[in-house]
């Protein structure tokens, strides 16, 4: 079986080669290549064409292909839907800001989690995505929109911690100077919570965002729509949040989705803001997406300016995030659940 060569470091690509004969620039060389986009050896053009063959029966190229494409008319977001070598879907999303292009990408293929609202986590976990398929997600967004990537954002399809060998393996290449050279303060990692993930990476100290799915300051509440809090209580995920921060020394980014009569009251904002004293905490509130399998509906205008007050009003930032692509099945897994049914005929 073809190795997947997009997946390596230089260093790793740079072992490899010497084992073939090949001189060390030849390796930089490659992974240069690699990281603009190449679908094949052949273009490699200061290549000799024996090596170009050499490596093609050795190594693979992963190359996603565009399924679906939706082109937002209200604001200029953009979602693909890739498909993967084994024909499994994907979501990215190309977002504009005024201080940069933002993708946000997924990390798995389903996801494992369960959590009540959201659409990606319907039919399970089908795999985790290898290095280079994140990878792909941004070099190829990039190379088709024309819009140069300045901020990745891991809050697609799946759970980032729960493939985390594969993703600290793209935070390494995603970060290369040799490569797309984006900075890890340019980059948010989001997770619903795995506690035990989330004190191993605070070890790593990377200077990335860290963004905690929350959406509920009481267990009562969060265990009815994410069922990895039965594992790790709020008190646990926030404990190791504060030890996060002042081992990091970077707030954690709070998300939190405004449901209608399950995540918006009063007592519960109280609670959040009582919750995340002291630690630096951004409150990043979401408008519930629709997602017509789920019954859920979003809060009201006037529940999540009263919500986003009580937080303000005890210190806590707080910010309402902006929508963006609502006219293009922005919300994550949508557009892959949609494909999924045209495909099995329902």
Known sequence: MKQDIKSMTLYEITQAFAELGEPKF???????????????????????????????????????????????????????LWQLHDGNCVESVVMQYHHGNTICISSEVGCPMGC???????????????PSELLDQVMFAQIDSGMPISNIVLMGIGEPLDNFENVMRFLELVNSPDGLN???????????GLVDKIRILAEKKLQLTLSVSLHSPDDESRSKIMPVNKRWPVDELLAACRDYYEITGRRVSFEYTMI????????????LAKKLSGMGAHVNMIPLNTVEETGLKT????????????????????????????????????????????????
Not at 50 to 71: F, G, H, M, N
Request: glycine content about 8%.
């Open 182 to 192: 984006i900075g890890m303060r340019h980059i948010s990692l989001s997770t619903c």
């Open 299 to 346: 809060s009201s205008r006037q529940s999540i300016a009263k919500f986003q007050k009580i937080l303000e009003d005890n210190g806590i930032t707080a910010t309402v995030r902006r929508t963006l692509g609502s006219d293009i099945d922005a919300s994550c897994g949508q557009l892959r659940r949609k494909y999924q049914k045209t495909q099995e005929g329902e």
């Open 260 to 271: 209608d009569g399950v995540s918006d009251s009063e007592e519960q904002a109280r609670m």
């Open 26 to 80: 030849r390796a930089k060389q490659v992974f240069v290549w690699l990281h603009k986009g190449v679908t094949s050896f052949d273009e490699m053009t200061n290549l000799s064409k024996p090596l170009r063959e050499k490596l093609d029966s050795i190594y693979t190229i992963t190359a996603p292909k565009i399924v679906r494409k939706q082109v937002s008319k209200l604001d200029g977001t953009i979602k693909y």
């Open 116 to 130: 009540k609202f959201c659409a990606s986590t319907l039919g399970g976990l089908v795999r985790r995505l290898e």
